[in-house]
């Protein structure tokens, strides 16, 4: 079992920064991808960045050049530095690993707010 517990969620006013750590722990044996996506009520969950185990980054448009995403795999730790934050970036944001033998497992969330 693989448990992911994201932290660094929080309020912040529009153009602050935001750091959200996911760390993972339990049987894991290898995680390829890593990857943060974010939700609000009423709207399908999206991704917002994610990260291969080579180091290939993948964002989403609408925060590109604001986010930056990071892991280190000897702590299988992934980061998300959010920067110029906007109040549309206000959702609950998800930590999702892929394990080479559970396959995809999803942390619990941690809220953002980002107040104008």
């Known amino acids: 079992q693989v448990q992911l517990v994201e932290s660094g969620g929080g309020l912040v006013q529009a153009g602050g920064s935001l750091r959200l750590s996911c760390a993972a722990s339990?049987?894991?044996?290898?995680?390829?991808?890593m990857g943060w996506y974010r939700q609000t009520p009423g709207k399908e969950r999206e991704l917002v960045a994610d990260i291969t185990s080579l180091g290939s980054t993948n964002y989403a448009d609408s925060v590109k050049g604001r986010f930056t995403i990071s892991r280190d795999k000897a702590k299988n730790t992934l980061y998300l530095q959010m920067n110029s934050l906007k109040p549309e970036d206000t959702a609950v944001y998800y930590c999702?690993?892929?394990?080479?033998?559970?396959?995809?497992?999803w942390g619990q969330g941690t809220q953002v707010t980002v107040s104008s």
């Open positions: 339990g049987d894991i044996i290898c995680i390829s991808a």
């Open positions: 999702k690993a892929v394990e080479l033998f559970i396959g995809t497992i």
